[in-house]
């Protein structure tokens, strides 16, 4: 009871600073949202969930403050021709966009269509939120659903010719951003959607992805290196017959970061593998968290996910696969391990498998451990140089997350990016 009311008094206050969009085709949904977020409470650290990491920063009323980081490094995916969606502390910002259209592809903004009565959209927006809260509470992202005011709702109908970009600036030091996005990949479409940025002092995203039969969605995530910020992310995919989604997340810095991942495989021969390698130093606190349900037959799925920890620096994993009755054939995946260079690094872990069906093939494993000492002596013995020993075997570490993107360009981008922070803190 004591607990109940310390989460309401904080609800309370959070919403007190919030207000509710009413009007349009995504008021209901919004509005369910808010019962959902009143009901449960914001999270709290003695919440089964939450007991690895605090969510005060993730849930004061005021927006915490977290320094604007000047970059001396490209912007990641510059190279690559993508169709550019820029926002600016969690609003859009159409004069360093690019055109929104695209062929095989319908992109909107969910400010300005959310004052319509009608859209495509209306039986999606929140719909895959609300399936995931059960069986954990996930109020952040119900938090998300009710107030997020802008983000984009993008339907792919064929194969666009280039990757989408969403890219997240921070320009304001106490900036809070609230961004929801909504996508449909219609049967037999294709399409690429990469993320970037810090986005904001605090950011609470949420992605709604449903893939119906025979479609694929590539989902490749760069979180920004504003090392102040606090971020809540929330992906929500469901999938349908012989349908994949893959995602990739890096994680290089970043004082609080939680990335929680729920999937639904509903249609028989579904892929989804998610994928995530993170770098930290210091006050660094990165919290990954999938729930993947197979409710269908011959799916298989994997989590494969790499966290380096040094000078204090905190990683958590919390996965899960639940099979349920039926879902025959099912090949789930899971792997999390840590590297800590040091003794001061901690990694937890709490890795779940919950099986209601005969025929499967599922396995779970959790390693922490430090540089093997007998590769290190190898490479030294050939005149390789201490650190750049750790940072040759490091990389080789982070390999196995980094492969799960099919796009060699893609991953070879994102091994430069850990070589790079590896060579900034030799």
Not at 3 to 27: D, I, M, Y
Not at 138 to 149: Q, W
Request: aromatic fraction near 6%; charged fraction near 25%.
């Amino acid at each position: 009871m004591a607990l109940a009311k310390v989460k309401q008094s904080a609800t309370q206050a959070r919403l007190a600073g919030l207000t509710l969009p009413t009007s349009g085709w995504s008021e209901p949904a919004r509005r369910e949202a808010l019962s959902r977020l009143t009901e449960m409470g914001l999270p709290d650290r003695r919440d089964e969930y939450w007991k690895f990491t605090r969510p005060d920063a993730l849930t004061d009323a005021a927006a915490p403050h977290a320094a604007v980081l000047n970059a001396d490094e490209a912007p990641i995916f510059d190279e690559i021709d993508r169709l550019r969606i820029v926002f600016v502390d969690g609003v859009f910002d159409p004069a360093v966009s690019d055109d929104l259209s695209q062929e095989g592809v319908t992109i909107e903004r969910l400010a300005g269509i959310s004052g319509s009565e009608i859209h495509w959209a209306k039986g999606l927006y929140g719909s895959l939120e609300a399936r995931g809260q059960a069986p954990v509470q996930r109020p952040l992202a119900a938090l998300n659903t009710a107030f997020a005011t802008d983000g984009v709702v993008i339907r792919v109908t064929g194969t666009p010719s280039k990757p989408i970009n969403l890219i997240y600036h921070h320009e304001n030091e106490s900036s809070d951003a609230i961004l929801h996005h909504v996508i449909r990949v219609e049967t037999g479409a294709v399409a690429t959607i990469l993320e970037n940025g810090p986005a904001a002092a605090r950011f609470n995203s949420c992605m709604e992805i449903d893939i119906a039969d025979g479609g694929a969605l590539h989902h490749v995530r760069a979180q920004g290196r504003d090392h102040e910020r606090k971020t809540a992310t929330h992906l929500f995919s469901r999938l349908g017959t012989e349908s994949v989604f893959k995602s990739f997340t890096l994680t290089v810095n970043g004082v609080l970061t939680r990335n929680e991942c729920v999937i639904e495989l509903t249609g028989d021969d579904a892929v989804a593998h998610v994928a995530g390698a993170c770098v930290g130093d210091g006050d660094f606190h990165h919290d990954d968290t999938v729930f993947i349900t197979h409710d269908a037959v011959n799916c298989e799925s994997r989590q494969v996910f790499k966290k380096v920890l040094r000078n204090g620096a905190t990683g958590v994993f919390q996965g899960k696969i639940l099979v349920q009755p039926g879902a025959q054939k099912t090949d789930g995946y899971q792997i999390s391990q840590s590297l800590l260079l040091d003794d001061d690094s901690q990694f937890l872990a709490k890795p779940e498998l919950e099986i209601y069906a005969d025929d499967v093939a599922c396995s779970h494993g959790s390693t922490s451990g430090a540089i093997d000492e007998e590769a290190l002596f190898y490479l030294r013995s050939r005149g390789v140089p201490e650190d750049e020993a750790t940072g040759l075997l490091t990389l080789a570490f982070l390999a196995e997350a980094v492969d799960e993107i099919e796009d060699e360009t893609l991953a070879d981008d994102m091994l430069a990016r850990l070589q790079g922070w590896l060579a900034r803190r030799r």
